[in-house]
């Protein structure tokens, strides 16, 4: 039977739903327990032992996520070899890194990367060192072997598949109508004044600042865009991209999602470059493009240590940090630091921080993720319509806050094997993405839950489109992460404290490099954040 005929069977009740036995998993990808080692115990500081070891380098990079390897990357290119990485887990990559299960690789968090624009020069290059873009003719070519391969995108709804994630079944002409006024809109939007990605090191300019103080809900509410089908898309757009819904981003980030790639098309008006706007992906997700990073760097990626303390003095920076494999603390001396952390966690480090870092921590949000990697011994037998697809998604209510499972956290699925050249489907992993929100509440469901309650959640919600999913799940390794991303709410983009942090004065001895310094977590701005740092210390005399 071929995978997108549907096999006569019924419907398996939400509350009948159990995972069959034997079903193994657990949490796995990484150790929130270090992090937590910077929280006070008892409502004391921790107390640490003296360091064992000292180690000394020329500039010391406190984070090997995207921006932390971009800025290593840098110091590579530019002639500068004497550095080191410090990263908290076992590998490198962030919220960018890689996994498997039962032999079959996929992410254990970002999975794609649209095509980067001319505004993005420093990922371009990146794309080209990897071979993945080359010079053809006179135009830029991307290797298809990387890009998403068709379909891309399906959603569930109504009891059947429909292509793309943008609700068509059975809209009416008042549907269609938002449709095409919020495209209008955001063509507008961006004719007063561009949209561009990265965002990283440019001031907001004063519509933006308009569109950044309120939220996206309060803006469509303004332009009388009520529709269900709009909203419940615009929601899911943002809590797929940013972490959280149209509740809680700003109306700047919300337009933002669209206009700075490849801008909003009510069905039938896209152009066939719009609607073919490509997609880099792989099995293992971005994990593919950061294991390419880390690969050049050898002994200078110290993986398992958690930095403890980072001071800065006149003469250069001192850093302890606690090893996971030794249970020592090391101590670790530079001429400069560059601060790949997340903006709250490195508040947390940096002795005496300076006031712009302790404005920025103050005012970010971050957003609780979970990604589930569940292994499928046999291919999926399918409902009616659009054929299986690498990113599926199912139609879970009107907008963020709704009732319904999954409404407002459960984001879909992408098949590890889509971009497998196989010519009869098989076993593959599906990676389920939750966006919780934001709030404390739902950090601590996050990890106060056991994992058979996320487990059980996901088959529940995946079951309606696919009644045969449980009895095919072999294994489920669930990746959680308590703040997985700074999430672009009202008064971000414009931020005085974000903007003075990335822009150092030339004295300063540390210097900052996260994907939080643009306001929210995408490749594209980590990677630029890191790669501008290191450029400037690889330029920059000794000090």
């Known amino acids: 039977m071929k995978r997108r005929h549907f096999l006569a069977a019924p419907l398996l009740s939400l509350a ?29 500081a921790r107390t640490w032992p003296a360091p064992s070891s000292t180690h000394r380098t020329r500039v010391l990079i406190a984070g090997a996520g995207v921006a932390g390897q971009a800025a290593a990357r840098a110091l590579r290119l530019g002639g500068m070899n004497d550095f080191a990485l410090l990263e908290l887990e076992d590998s490198a990559g962030g919220n960018s890194r890689a996994g498997s299960v039962q032999g079959v690789a996929c992410p254990l968090g970002a999975h794609y990367l649209p095509v980067p624009g001319d505004t993005a020069p420093e990922v371009q290059d990146f794309l080209e060192e990897l071979s993945l873009r080359r010079r053809v003719a006179g135009r830029w070519v991307y290797d298809e072997r990387h890009l998403c391969h068709s379909p891309q995108e399906r959603l569930f709804i109504k009891g059947q598949w429909q292509e793309g994630l943008l609700p068509v079944q059975d809209i009416d002409g008042a549907v269609m109508a938002e449709y095409q006024r919020f495209a209008r809109l955001v063509e507008q939007a961006s004719a007063r004044a561009a949209f561009r990605m990265p965002v990283a090191g440019t001031p907001a300019v004063p519509h933006h600042q308009a569109l950044d103080a309120m939220t996206f ?79 050049p760097l050898g002994e200078r990626l110290r993986t398992g240590l958690t930095v ?14 606690f090893n996971a494999a030794t249970r ?29 870092l302790r404005e920025a921590a103050a005012a970010l949000r971050y957003a609780p993720w979970l990604v589930a990697n569940m292994h499928l011994g046999a291919a999926l037998h399918d409902r009616p319509g659009a054929a299986p697809s690498w990113d599926n998604v199912i139609y879970g209510g009107d907008a963020e806050g709704a009732g319904a499972i999954g409404a407002a956290e459960g984001l879909g699925y992408v098949d590890a094997m889509h971009q497998s050249l196989r010519a009869v489907p098989g076993a593959t992993v599906l990676t389920c993405y939750r966006a919780l929100g934001l709030g404390t509440d739902a950090r601590r469901r996050l990890y106060e839950q ?7 959640t996901i088959l529940r919600e995946l079951s309606v489109p696919h009644p045969d999913l449980p009895g095919k799940a072999t294994r489920m390794e669930i990746t959680r992460y308590g703040h997985a991303m700074s999430v672009p709410v009202p008064g971000i983009r414009g931020h005085a404290a974000l903007q003075a942090l990335q822009h150092p004065q030339a004295a300063q001895r540390l210097h900052f490099a996260h994907a939080d310094l643009s306001g929210y977590s995408v490749f594209e701005e980590a990677f630029t954040q890191g790669h501008r740092r290191g450029e400037a210390l690889a330029r920059a005399p000794r000090v």
Do not use: K, M
């Open 217 to 295: 809900a309060a803006w469509l509410d303004q332009h009388q865009l009520t529709q269900a089908p709009l909203r419940w898309y615009l929601d899911y757009c943002c809590r797929d991209d940013y972490g959280a819904g149209l509740h809680s981003v700003s109306a700047w980030a919300g337009i933002h999602y669209f206009a700075s790639r490849h801008g909003f098309h009510a069905p039938g008006e896209a152009t066939p470059a719009e609607r073919d706007a490509g997609v880099l992906t792989w099995p293992e997700g971005n994990g593919w493009l950061t294991r390419q990073l880390a690969q």
């Open 16 to 44: 009948g739903c159990e995972a069959q036995p034997g079903l193994e998993g657990g949490f796995t990808g990484i150790s929130h327990e270090r992090g937590h080692l910077l929280r006070p115990e008892g409502g004391q």
């Open 450 to 456: 056991p994992w058979t309650h996320w487990r059980d």
């Open 308 to 321: 403890l303390r980072v001071a800065a003095g006149r003469h250069g920076v001192e850093v302890e940090a």
């Open 328 to 356: 020592a603390v090391e101590r670790w001396q530079a001429d400069q630091c560059i601060l790949a952390l997340p903006l709250f966690v490195a508040a947390r480090v940096v002795e005496n921080p300076p006031p712009a």
